[in-house]
């Protein structure tokens, strides 16, 4: 529990002094009722009416009873110096004490009133009076305090703590060095009093004025505030000042109690420290999932059975009740539960969760820890359903003689951030604002004729996050639904599918009681969309993304986000000619905004502020048919694998329809499928990644290219390689590089990725400590892509070991990074921080790098080797030695692609001819055997090899019918058959 800063009186007595009478507890049967004690001079909305509250709460002061069940703090009056004495003493909790039995002070006889109190003051060093001649002193008990002496009582009550006083006096009225100089600047620094503005800039703090008892009030409150982190994990955040009459509950005080609009019910034994006027914090709980955030306003006690708090709504600021600034809070997830629609499929949730136990990570082979995601929440299902239009029916959703087969894949998630600042329980500033994120992908394919719109419930989503200003928890719960929309009118065989990302801000912000809507223009990306067409058709998909957002489940925002897609296809045939069409494309999104019920939580009061915001907002347009030729549905598509990358123990199948498929071992989330199960034994779909065109990987981390020229990297982070700064330790999702468009392909060497670039550059990120990025530097790591150094005209690239190589169109090779044993092939074996041509190679159209070394492949169909022979990889009888600059491989000729797994070498001429060489230990080398060659062996099960990679001690090969096989270590699921049985031979990949 979060402890107040004032020290609870454990003793009440009666002293009967006007205006300083404490009210004994109640000495009855049970319950024991405990009410807050009330003014009839304090109005609650009158200047530190909360302060005056609190002073009564604490037992420090209940002012005077007037008869009638009537109380009168008399809030003007000027505040004695025995008063103040006694004040200070209840603020300590009344410590034991023994008076002295003669008084130090000739004007205070030890009958007086407040003598123990006075002369405790006086035994602390807080006020030892005035020394008189004679060696007498005087404490001067009815005198009236003055500012500038309450400034000191206050500084010597906090044991005099160490402050520096400014050069220059904040105070037009307070001379620096002046009397009380230091501690009237420690009053101010400490957020207890700041003074008067006497405008143009300057202020006063009238040091000779007196205390009002309303002020002395106000003064105590604040001196008793505990001021905390804003962030623990973050110094740089500040300290906010916590009220000192706040409670945060912890989730066991609350974990039976019963909580309604306005009565908490729990046991004694957890309400011992709840007093009237307190305020009630609480995250959101079993007991209280929307949270909680009330002031005390009684207290009934069965001591031993059950105690009921009935309470009243209370503000932020009544918590928090100063920031010392700004201050910026980014949403902390608590819950989050998708609630699908029956036809609706849930995928694996896309952010880690959990935290998995790794082994050690070396600088070659890191598998890092998961990362906690900052998102509220993060959601993606997927909907498909067939509707058949409903002939003769002019009052049907869908009309007509046709069919349409719909799908939407759907990703939500939000961050969320507040702002706030208070001042001595007043509001200055507040804002609230939700950062939806919606990637949404919707294709139809129809049939016939259709005019008419198709509504499907996607499901509900709903979530609870806070914000943590200091120890206090502002609960925020969210509520969403999901709907998919489609129309469509004419009569034509079609496919039309569209996928956007969109993102925008959402939310409210109060200024010294300016209040706006935050309701800012969405932006999109990702945009990607494919037409076929027989005939002329008008198609529209969107999305109905309908939230409301609660404080402390009382008030908020609600908004509703619909990105849309919409177009009308017209397809035009001319006599003799060729069909044509257009298919006009428009991408925006249709947003409303409004407040629910107020926000007075939050400590300013709109009412019932029902003006709600809405906007339409065209963010794309194209015509991406025109002038290209008409697709039709009936048009033949190609099927089957068309690409194919391997880790260290996982593979990656890239099939024509676009998606990507994963198997094998999991470390590090480097399958992409959202799983943090240990290994995957038949291919998995690689999440949220569609229109994929290339892929490449290695060691623990993977990349996909989309047709769209971004890249997305999931797996490892350990050296930046995600080129995400979001992407955490690792990420078992795609994340998109950012930084990067225009890519034609991508590489990797495993714990740096490479780019290449429409315009032949190429760039690098990840690990830099041998040079990999080409940067001219060894300076670390990096998740920015950055351009490699003096390479163009660039049309190949590859990474192996801790060197990256490079292709370019004049059939030359160059390399760069690690050159222990030749891996750069340029005659030296020192690193090159920069790219260096390759020595005695032209004419090259194809190369890849190895774990130890590279292959290339000339135009004649010869290959050629370089780098460490420990494998075999150069092929020339032995397992010993390298070569820094490249020699051919024996044997081969008319070859028309080369590849490599970890330890060995393919090469094949497309046809009747694949060869292998290099290390056996698995039957990677797919000849039948364990036995290791240092010369090419042929692989006799295999003809029309078209690719061919490999991981660790596995091997694949992509042939010219779509098929993949797969051969060698098994134990980790790597031939993606299911079993766990190694195979000598090449087996057929079952799933594709």
Same mark, same amino acid.
């Given at each position: +529990?979060?402890?107040?800063?004032?020290?609870?009186?454990?003793?009440?007595?009666?002293?009967?002094?006007?205006?300083?009478?404490?009210?004994?507890?109640?000495?009855?049967?049970?319950?024991?009722?405990?009410?807050?004690?009330?003014?009839?001079?304090?109005?609650?909305?009158?200047?530190?009416?909360?302060?005056?509250?609190?002073?009564?709460?604490?037992?420090?002061?209940?002012? !005077?009873?007037?008869?009638?069940?009537?109380?009168?703090?008399?809030?003007?009056?000027?505040?004695?110096?025995?008063?103040?004495?006694?004040?200070?003493?209840?603020?300590?909790?009344?410590?034991?004490?023994?008076? #002295?039995?003669?008084?130090?002070?000739?004007?205070?006889?030890?009958?007086?009133?407040?003598?123990?109190?006075?002369?405790?003051?006086?035994?602390?060093?807080?006020?030892?009076?005035?020394?008189?001649?004679?060696?007498?002193?005087?404490?001067?008990?009815?005198?009236?305090?003055?500012?500038?002496?309450?400034?000191?009582?206050?500084?010597?009550?906090?044991?005099?703590?160490?402050?520096?006083?400014?050069?220059?006096?904040?105070?037009?009225?307070?001379?620096?060095?002046?009397?009380?100089?230091?501690?009237?600047?420690?009053?101010?620094?400490?957020?207890?009093?700041?003074?008067?503005?006497?405008?143009?800039?300057?202020?006063?703090?009238?040091?000779?004025?007196?205390?009002?008892?309303?002020? +002395?009030?106000?003064?105590?409150?604040?001196?008793?505030?505990?001021?905390?982190?804003?962030?623990?994990?973050?110094?740089?955040?500040?300290?906010?000042?916590?009220?000192?009459?706040?409670?945060?509950?912890?989730?066991?005080?609350?974990?039976?109690?019963?909580?309604?609009?306005?009565?908490?019910?729990?046991?004694?034994?957890?309400?011992?420290?709840?007093?009237?006027?307190?305020?009630?914090?609480?995250?959101?709980?079993?007991?209280?999932?929307?949270?909680?955030?009330?002031?005390?306003?009684?207290?009934?006690?069965?001591?031993?059975?059950?105690?009921?708090?009935?309470?009243?709504?209370?503000?932020?600021?009544?918590?928090?009740?100063?920031?010392?600034?700004?201050?910026?809070?980014?949403?902390?997830?608590?819950?989050?539960?998708?609630?699908?629609?029956?036809?609706?499929?849930?995928?694996?949730?896309?952010?880690?969760?959990?935290?998995?136990?790794?082994?050690?990570?070396?600088?070659?082979?890191?598998?890092?820890?998961?990362?906690?995601?900052?998102?509220?929440?993060?959601?993606?299902?997927?909907?498909?359903?067939?509707?058949?239009?409903?002939?003769?029916?002019?009052?049907?959703?869908?009309?007509?003689?046709?069919?349409?087969?719909?799908?939407?894949?759907?990703?939500?998630?939000?961050?969320?951030?507040?702002?706030?600042?208070?001042?001595?329980?007043?509001?200055?500033?507040?804002?609230?604002?939700?950062?939806?994120?919606?990637?949404?992908?919707?294709?139809?394919?129809?049939?016939?004729?259709?005019?008419?719109?198709?509504?499907?419930?996607?499901?509900?989503?709903?979530?609870?996050?806070?914000?943590?200003?200091?120890?206090?928890?502002?609960?925020?719960?969210?509520?969403?639904?999901?709907?998919?929309?489609?129309?469509?009118?004419?009569?034509?065989?079609?496919?039309?599918?569209?996928?956007?990302?969109?993102?925008?801000?959402?939310?409210?912000?109060?200024?010294?009681?300016?209040?706006?809507?935050?309701?800012?223009?969405?932006?999109?990306?990702?945009?990607?969309?494919?037409?076929?067409?027989?005939?002329?058709?008008?198609?529209?998909?969107?999305?109905?993304?309908?939230?409301?957002?609660?404080?402390?489940?009382?008030?908020?925002?609600?908004?509703?986000?619909?990105?849309?897609?919409?177009?009308?296809?017209?397809?035009?045939?001319?006599?003799?000619?060729?069909?044509?069409?257009?298919?006009?494309?428009?991408?925006?999104?249709?947003?409303?905004?409004?407040?629910?019920?107020?926000?007075?939580?939050?400590?300013?009061?709109?009412?019932? !502020?029902?003006?709600?915001?809405?906007?339409?907002?065209?963010?794309?347009?194209?015509?991406?048919?025109?002038?290209?030729?008409?697709?039709?549905?009936?048009?033949?598509?190609?099927?089957?694998?068309?690409?194919?990358?391997?880790?260290?123990?996982?593979?990656?199948?890239?099939?024509?329809?676009?998606?990507?498929?994963? !198997?094998?071992?999991?470390?590090?989330?480097?399958?992409?499928?959202?799983?943090?199960?240990?290994?995957?034994?038949?291919?998995?779909?690689?999440?949220?990644?569609?229109?994929?065109?290339?892929?490449?990987?290695?060691?623990?981390?993977?990349?996909?290219?989309?047709?769209?020229?971004?890249?997305?990297?999931?797996?490892?982070?350990?050296?930046?390689?995600?080129?995400?700064?979001?992407?955490?330790?690792?990420?078992?999702?795609?994340?998109?590089?950012?930084?990067?468009?225009?890519?034609?392909?991508?590489?990797?060497?495993?714990?740096?990725?490479?780019?290449?670039?429409?315009?032949?550059?190429?760039?690098?990120?990840?690990?830099?400590?041998?040079?990999?990025?080409?940067?001219?530097?060894?300076?670390?790591?990096?998740?920015?892509?950055?351009?490699?150094?003096?390479?163009?005209?660039?049309?190949?690239?590859?990474?192996?070991?801790?060197?990256?190589?490079?292709?370019?169109?004049?059939?030359?090779?160059?390399?760069?990074?690690?050159?222990?044993?030749?891996?750069?092939?340029?005659?030296?074996?020192?690193?090159?921080?920069?790219?260096?041509?390759?020595?005695?190679?032209?004419?090259?159209?194809?190369?890849?790098?190895?774990?130890?070394?590279?292959?290339?492949?000339?135009?004649?169909?010869?290959?050629?080797? !370089?780098?460490?022979?420990?494998?075999?990889?150069?092929?020339?009888?032995?397992?010993?030695?390298?070569?820094?600059?490249?020699?051919?491989?024996?044997?081969?000729?008319?070859?028309?692609?080369?590849?490599?797994?970890?330890?060995?070498?393919?090469?094949?001429?497309?046809?009747?001819?694949?060869?292998?060489?290099?290390?056996?230990?698995?039957?990677?080398?797919?000849?039948?055997?364990?036995?290791?060659?240092?010369?090419?062996?042929?692989?006799?099960?295999?003809?029309?090899?078209?690719?061919?990679?490999?991981?660790?001690?596995?091997?694949?090969?992509?042939?010219?019918?779509?098929?993949?096989?797969?051969?060698?270590?098994?134990?980790?699921?790597?031939?993606?058959?299911?079993?766990?049985?190694?195979?000598?031979? #090449?087996?057929?990949?079952?799933?594709?």
């Amino acid at each position: +529990m979060f402890r107040r800063g004032v020290a609870w009186l454990v003793a009440v007595v009666v002293v009967v002094v006007p205006g300083l009478l404490v009210v004994p507890s109640a000495v009855a049967a049970d319950p024991v009722v405990e009410n807050v004690v009330s003014f009839s001079d304090v109005p609650v909305e009158s200047q530190f009416a909360t302060e005056i509250s609190w002073l009564a709460a604490s037992g420090i002061s209940t002012g !005077w009873d007037v008869g009638g069940g009537v109380r009168q703090y008399r809030p003007l009056e000027s505040i004695a110096r025995n008063a103040m004495a006694a004040f200070l003493y209840r603020h300590a909790g009344s410590p034991a004490f023994t008076p #002295p039995t003669a008084s130090p002070f000739t004007d205070v006889p030890v009958e007086a009133a407040f003598y123990k109190e006075i002369t405790w003051l006086a035994s602390t060093g807080i006020s030892t009076g005035w020394a008189l001649d004679g060696g007498v002193r005087e404490y001067r008990p009815l005198s009236p305090i003055a500012r500038d002496a309450m400034a000191a009582f206050l500084y010597r009550y906090a044991d005099k703590p160490a402050f520096t006083a400014p050069p220059v006096s904040p105070f037009t009225d307070v001379p620096a060095g002046g009397g009380f100089y230091t501690e009237i600047t420690w009053l101010a620094g400490a957020g207890i009093s700041t003074g008067w503005d006497a405008g143009n800039g300057a202020r006063q703090y009238r040091p000779f004025d007196g205390i009002a008892r309303d002020a +002395m009030a106000a003064f105590l409150y604040r001196y008793a505030g505990q001021k905390t982190p804003a962030d623990p994990g973050n110094p740089a955040a500040g300290t906010v000042t916590v009220a000192p009459d706040v409670e945060v509950l912890e989730p066991a005080q609350l974990q039976t109690a019963q909580v309604t609009t306005n009565t908490i019910a729990l046991p004694s034994d957890q309400a011992t420290d709840i007093k009237p006027n307190d305020v009630l914090v609480s995250g959101a709980t079993t007991g209280t999932p929307d949270g909680l955030l009330v002031r005390v306003v009684q207290v009934v006690r069965d001591p031993g059975g059950t105690t009921l708090v009935k309470t009243k709504p209370a503000t932020v600021p009544e918590a928090v009740v100063s920031t010392g600034g700004l201050l910026e809070v980014t949403g902390t997830p608590v819950s989050s539960e998708f609630i699908p629609a029956p036809d609706v499929v849930v995928e694996p949730d896309t952010a880690p969760t959990s935290t998995r136990t790794s082994p050690a990570t070396t600088p070659d082979m890191a598998r890092p820890y998961a990362a906690a995601s900052a998102e509220v929440f993060n959601k993606s299902m997927v909907l498909s359903r067939t509707v058949k239009g409903e002939f003769g029916k002019p009052d049907a959703p869908l009309t007509g003689d046709g069919s349409v087969t719909l799908k939407s894949s759907v990703t939500a998630k939000a961050t969320a951030k507040m702002t706030l600042e208070t001042a001595f329980l007043s509001l200055k500033e507040v804002s609230v604002v939700i950062t939806p994120s919606i990637k949404a992908e919707h294709s139809l394919t129809a049939q016939g004729s259709l005019k008419g719109q198709v509504t499907a419930k996607l499901g509900e989503l709903n979530s609870a996050f806070t914000f943590m200003a200091g120890p206090v928890p502002v609960v925020v719960t969210s509520n969403a639904t999901m709907n998919a929309n489609f129309s469509l009118d004419g009569n034509a065989d079609v496919v039309f599918s569209s996928s956007q990302t969109v993102t925008s801000n959402h939310g409210f912000k109060y200024n010294n009681g300016s209040f706006n809507l935050v309701n800012d223009k969405p932006t999109t990306a990702g945009i990607e969309n494919e037409y076929k067409a027989s005939a002329s058709l008008t198609a529209r998909a969107s999305l109905d993304f309908d939230a409301t957002i609660k404080l402390y489940g009382i008030a908020g925002i609600t908004f509703g986000i619909g990105p849309y897609a919409t177009t009308t296809i017209t397809v035009t045939t001319a006599s003799g000619q060729d069909l044509t069409w257009t298919c006009p494309l428009e991408l925006g999104v249709e947003g409303r905004l409004g407040v629910l019920a107020g926000i007075k939580i939050l400590g300013f009061d709109l009412g019932e !502020w029902k003006a709600t915001a809405t906007n339409t907002w065209p963010l794309f347009t194209a015509n991406p048919c025109q002038n290209t030729p008409v697709i039709k549905p009936s048009d033949p598509v190609q099927t089957g694998v068309i690409g194919m990358a391997a880790g260290i123990e996982s593979a990656f199948a890239l099939k024509a329809d676009g998606t990507l498929w994963a !198997w094998g071992f999991n470390a590090s989330g480097n399958l992409g499928t959202g799983s943090d199960a240990y290994a995957t034994y038949v291919p998995a779909l690689v999440l949220g990644l569609r229109k994929v065109t290339g892929v490449a990987a290695y060691g623990y981390n993977a990349y996909a290219l989309k047709s769209d020229g971004s890249v997305w990297a999931w797996g490892s982070n350990y050296y930046g390689q995600l080129g995400n700064s979001s992407g955490g330790q690792y990420s078992s999702v795609p994340l998109e590089v950012q930084g990067l468009n225009s890519v034609r392909s991508v590489a990797t060497n495993g714990n740096t990725a490479y780019a290449l670039r429409s315009d032949g550059t190429v760039w690098a990120w990840g690990n830099n400590t041998k040079g990999q990025q080409g940067q001219g530097h060894t300076l670390g790591t990096g998740s920015t892509p950055l351009q490699v150094q003096g390479l163009t005209d660039v049309t190949k690239i590859s990474g192996g070991g801790n060197s990256g190589y490079a292709l370019k169109s004049d059939g030359t090779v160059w390399a760069w990074g690690y050159n222990g044993e030749g891996q750069l092939g340029n005659g030296t074996t020192v690193n090159s921080l920069v790219p260096v041509r390759v020595s005695g190679l032209d004419g090259v159209r194809d190369i890849v790098g190895t774990s130890y070394g590279a292959l290339a492949l000339r135009n004649d169909g010869t290959v050629w080797a !370089w780098g460490h022979n420990g494998l075999g990889l150069l092929a020339n009888g032995t397992y010993q030695g390298y070569s820094d600059v490249p020699v051919q491989i024996p044997g081969l000729s008319g070859m028309e692609s080369i590849g490599a797994n970890t330890n060995s070498a393919f090469a094949s001429n497309g046809a009747d001819e694949f060869w292998a060489w290099g290390y056996n230990y698995s039957g990677e080398l797919g000849d039948g055997t364990r036995n290791n060659a240092t010369a090419p062996v042929r692989v006799q099960q295999l003809n029309g090899v078209q690719f061919v990679t490999g991981g660790l001690y596995t091997s694949y090969a992509l042939t010219g019918d779509g098929r993949l096989w797969s051969w060698g270590e098994n134990g980790l699921g790597q031939l993606g058959n299911g079993t766990t049985a190694d195979s000598y031979v #090449p087996q057929e990949v079952p799933a594709f």
